[in-house]
């Protein structure tokens, strides 16, 4: 069964936990305390909840797709994170983190990107808030995703560039954290997802639920037969198999298969990984025999992360939800066929999802899936086009 | 020796141990093992051996660039001990290897503890390892008779910093400065209230280091310290430095300069 809480040394069955320094140690414990004491508090939930109206645009239509449901020959529900400010699931977090680091007194905010999303999901909640932030961001993703560096920079965030290692999602967190080790009493750390030392993979599981729990409301008792989430760290598929988990539906995460998982060249680390520490949690990794952290691949920056959340290691081990793999090729002829179906461009880490249920459409044929639509598309859009030219 | 000799004879001495860190592997292997003896003749009391891991959280760019480079050089985490158990030999001083969790794990408790003790090795430490996970890690080194060393932050509450030393360490790692390893000005206030509060709660050695970069901060911190750990500001020597030769000699003249700067009086 799904935990409520990790344990009181912050452990999802054996994984999660808090490996980090000592300096961060009682910056960690601070943290959890206060996101405790915010989350009973009737003033602090119902400014959140009046945000994600207002601001962020909640609740998220959940969306049958029929003319993909068609194609495919099941039923799609869609859930609409797309159609959330700024594009993406991710306002969810850091709205929610946001409220807590202005309860907490800390006028600065840090995170750290892959895709950009993330970015710019803090940079507008430091806006909001009025407060500095700073981006770390791989010098590859900076790249290969410059809509969002100027999004951010517009809203007022320095980006910083992580030249270290190989300059994706892996090497910004890192660089986070050592920000964070060394400001940690005026900065918060809005980590992106379920990933990092307790209390963070729980933190934003919470903030992330909402997408879970307002398609249970919307469904109003309509059965479903699969739920089905990409995974990097994992927080959009994580707020969505909390509410789902124990309930009936088989809960499926969908990962990076990348250039194909007999290359080495991907993020599947549930599906091709092993359990170790990263970023502070025990999880599973991609990683070698002496245990240095392999680089990940991935065509979606979003996913091209080398670690998981660690409740999700407990679901993969737990049996509580199965984990899979799908191609970057997969993923783009997946962003096509959801595009010229149904007129929606979605994120490439989406995009895999959809690859998956076309791969799968035989085993799922007439089945009612639910589908996070984490992210739209426009952000991938010159990619996409750059690689099908090339390709 | 031990570290628990030398931190007795240099207290003897009045003065505290130094300590320096350098990349095992860096520039390569049988050349880091000279970089470390050169250090042990300018009076190193005891090394601290770095294995290059390639996401050291706790570490600054230096140690970052220092890792990086020996893991292309093809140190590998063998190599690393390798390194370790030959300069334990070439000088018969102790030595502490410093990494992350992540690679005892993997290799496992007690496999590494065992390859530990094989080399020589007096103690380890891993900068992502809080008290509060240390436990397996303490007991597995017990085994073999390694020993754990356990970090003390600017911001360790005293609840932490009793259960840190009833953990039984090694020595305690007082982090000078908050932040990762690097080189800055001077040393924190701080530093000699955290070895009062050390002092009044046990006999366990307390050495300091992160940020202690020049011999006039190495100074401060040995005057209320049982040793001093120097990083960064001898790495960077090594990685500026044309030739491994070159560099044993910039580490002769600095490593003099820390280990002057050793005595109290």
Known sequence: MTLERPDERGRFGGYGGRFAPETLMPALAELEQAFDEARGDPSFTAELAALQRDYCGRPTPLYEAARLS?????????????????????????????????????????????????????????ALFGMECAVYMGAVDIERQALNVDRMRLLGAEVIPVTTGAGTLKDAVSAAMRDWVATVERTHYIIGSVVGPHPFPWMVREFQRVIGDETIAQLDGRHVDVVAACVGGGSNAMGMFTAFAGTGPELVGVEAGGHGLETGEHGASLVAGSPGVLHGAMTYLLQDDDGQVREAHSVSAGLDYPGVGPEHAYFRDAGIARYVAVSDREALDGLDLLARTEGIIPALEPAHVIAWLARERESLAGTTVVVTLSGRGDKDVEQVSRMRGSG | MSFAERFAAAAADDRAAFLPYLMAGLPDPAASVDLFAALGEAGADGFEVGLPYADPLMDGPVIQAAGAAALGAGTTLAGGLGVARRVREATGKPCAVMTYVNPILRTGLDAFMGMAADAGVDAVIAADLPVDEAAPFVAAGAARGVGVVLFAAPTTSEERLRAVVDAGPVFVYGVAEMGVTGERAGVSEWAAGMSARVRALTDLPLVFGVGIATPRAAAAAARVADGVIVGTALVRRVLEAPDAAAAADGLREAGAAFAAAMRRS
């Open chain 1, 70 to 126: 068609e194609a495919l020959g099941m039923t799609v529900l869609l859930k609409r994170e797309d159609l959330l400010h700024t594009g993406a699931h991710k306002i969810n977090n850091t709205i929610g983190q946001g409220l807590l680091a202005r309860r907490m007194g800390k006028p600065r905010l840090i995170a750290e990107t892959g895709a950009g999303q993330h970015g710019v999901a803090t940079a507008t909640a430091a």
